[in-house]
């Protein structure tokens, strides 16, 4: 099927920065979207960020939280997709995850795929 494969974590300063990077690879007809999500112990998971197709757009979209600090784009490869991170605060703090909405060979429906995360942490 699927997989997705993150990559870029580790432990920063806060203010430092990190970038993330996403590589989706398997039975893929194309991809609609892609996003960051991230989750702390305790909470929910959240949405980060979001960034359509050239087909769709390629509009991207942002979380309150993170506006203006982090910046999404894909890479040239189509299946690729990173989250720069800078001015980074303790509470980005997190696992993050790489989402893709992906429609598969042969099929005509779209479906999302989550990947197994890469822990930030971001120290005071």
């Known amino acids: 099927q699927v997989q997705l494969v993150e990559s870029g974590g580790g432990l920063v300063q806060a203010g430092g920065s990190l970038r993330l990077s996403c590589a989706a690879s398997?039975?893929?007809?194309?991809?609609?979207?892609m996003g960051w999500y991230r989750q702390s112990p305790g909470k929910q998971r959240e949405w980060v960020a979001t960034?359509?197709?050239?087909?769709?757009?390629?509009?991207?979209n942002y979380a309150d939280s993170v506006k203006g600090r982090f910046t999404i784009s894909r890479g040239n490869a189509k299946n690729t997709v990173y989250l720069q991170m800078n001015s980074l605060k303790p509470e980005d703090t997190a696992v993050y995850y790489c989402?893709?909405?992906?429609?598969?060979?042969?099929?005509?429906?779209?479906?999302?795929?989550w990947g197994r995360g890469t822990q930030v942490t971001v120290s005071s």
């Open positions: 989402n893709a909405e992906v429609v598969l060979s042969h099929r005509v429906d779209s479906r999302p795929y």
């Open positions: 960034i359509t197709s050239v087909s769709s757009g390629g509009t991207t």
């Open positions: 398997g039975s893929i007809f194309r991809i609609n979207a």
